[in-house]
C-alpha cells in the first residue's frame, strides 16, 4: 500500500473515531423521554452521522484502491484512538491497559499492513 493510500486509509479510521465521539455527545444530549422531534434536532447526531456517511464513502474509495487485508487492520487502531481522544476531549478516564491493548494493536496494524 502506498505511503498516500495509507494516510488516507488512516484518517477515514480517524473520522470514524471522531463519528465515535460525536455520538457520546449526541447521547447525552437526548432528553430521558425520547421523542422523534429531540432526535432529529440534535446537532449531534446530525454531525455524527453526516462525518459517517462522508468516512463511509472514503472508505469505499480505499476499498477500491487497496486490498481489503491491508486496510482493515487498520480499524483496529479506533481501539485505541476513540479512548485516547475520549480523554482528551471528554475527560474520561484512560487506564494503562487500554494503551497496552493499543500498542498490541499498533503492532498488529504495522505487521499485518506490510507486504
Known amino acids: ?3 498516500s493510500l495509507s494516510l488516507f486509509t488512516l484518517l477515514c479510521v480517524v473520522g470514524i473515531s ?3 465521539l460525536l455520538f457520546k455527545k449526541a ?3 437526548l432528553p430521558a423521554a425520547l421523542s422523534l422531534g429531540a432526535v432529529v434536532t440534535n ?3 446530525l454531525a455524527a452521522l453526516a462525518l459517517y456517511g462522508v468516512t463511509t ?3 469505499i474509495w480505499v476499498l477500491r484502491h487497496a486490498p481489503l487485508h491491508l486496510a482493515y487492520p487498520f ?3 479506533a481501539f485505541l484512538i476513540v479512548p485516547t481522544l475520549a480523554w482528551l476531549l471528554l475527560g474520561e478516564p484512560l487506564h494503562w491497559r487500554t ?3 493499543g500498542a498490541l494493536i499498533m503492532a498488529g496494524v504495522a505487521l499485518a499492513s506490510t507486504s
Do not use: N, R, T, Y
Open 57 to 59: 464513502l472514503a472508505w
Open 99 to 101: 494503551l497496552a491493548g
Open 43 to 45: 446537532g449531534w447526531l
Open 75 to 77: 480499524m483496529g487502531l
Open 1 to 3: 500500500m502506498s505511503l
Open 18 to 20: 471522531i463519528g465515535q
Open 27 to 29: 447521547a447525552a444530549a
